[in-house]
T-cell receptor, first 115, second 114 residues
Framework: AQKITQTQPGMFVQEKEAVTLDCTYD???????LFWYKQPSSGEMIFLIY??????QNATEGRYSLNFQKARKSANLVISASQLGDSAMYFC????????????FGKGTRLSVIA | EADIYQTPRYLVIGTGKKITLECSQT?????MYWYQQDPGMELHLIHY???????EKGDLSSESTVSRIRTEHFPLTLESARPSHTSQYLC?????????????FGPGTRLTVL
């Protein structure tokens, strides 16, 4: 069975600072993918970044980067130069590529960026 | 990005009414999903489909039903709405097959049952 754990229910960060949102996962499958989504107060889910289990380098997308530590089974999201618009819920998710299984989500972290 | 549409965006309805939440996508994606989510809370998978005439129940027991008669359309129906059904419903789809097989979401339907 797969499981995603996000231990930070809420986080605060000063505008223009960097912030790390934690995500650990559990799976016995060797091939899997890790995803981060952002959900603003409007409710839509926005895909941010993806990391494959066999990718050698950490994924980056603009101000988002994924700190992937396979041995520790962690996939933390790093947001650099935080902006007020980054205030939202952030969900970590994973999918095993060994079977035909749906995406498994964590419970989310609410990030608040303060001016 | 995928184009996924959900209607209505907001719905307020009385107890006992039958409602259908519409979800359609124009990308020809095989896999489609329905999630239920209370504001600021975790997502719960309630139904999914891996193709036409294929539907499965998700992790959260739901009184809703779904159908998949066409690839692009995955409606969710509540036969008799109750206040406990008040929530946001998110539809999503993926292409299926090659990784990463990113899942994209529609804008959601916010349902309030009085």
């Amino acid at each position: 069975a797969q499981k995603i754990t996000q231990t930070q229910p809420g986080m605060f960060v000063q505008e223009k600072e960097a912030v790390t949102l934690d995500c650990t996962y559990d799976t016995s499958d060797p091939s899997y993918g890790l995803f981060w989504y952002k959900q603003p107060s409007s409710g839509e889910m926005i895909f941010l970044i993806y990391q494959g289990s066999y990718d050698q380098q950490n994924a980056t997308e603009g101000r988002y980067s994924l700190n992937f530590q396979k041995a520790r089974k962690s996939a933390n999201l790093v947001i650099s130069a935080s902006q007020l618009g980054d205030s939202a819920m952030y969900f970590c998710a994973m999918r095993s590529f060994s079977g035909n299984t749906p995406l498994v989500f964590g419970k989310g972290t609410r990030l608040s960026v303060i001016a | 990005e995928a184009d996924i549409y959900q209607t209505p965006r907001y719905l307020v309805i009385g107890t006992g009414k039958k409602i259908t939440l519409e979800c359609s996508q124009t990308m020809g994606h095989d896999k489609m999903y329905w999630y239920q989510q209370d504001p600021g809370m975790e997502l719960h998978l309630i139904h999914y489909s891996y193709g036409v005439n294929s539907t499965e129940k998700g992790d959260l027991s739901s009184e809703s039903t779904v159908s998949r008669i066409r690839t692009e359309h995955f409606p969710l129906t509540l036969e008799s709405a109750r206040p406990s059904h008040t929530s946001q419903y998110l539809c999503a789809s993926t292409e299926g097959g090659r990784s990463p097989d990113t899942q994209y979401f529609g804008p959601g339907t916010r349902l309030t049952v009085l």
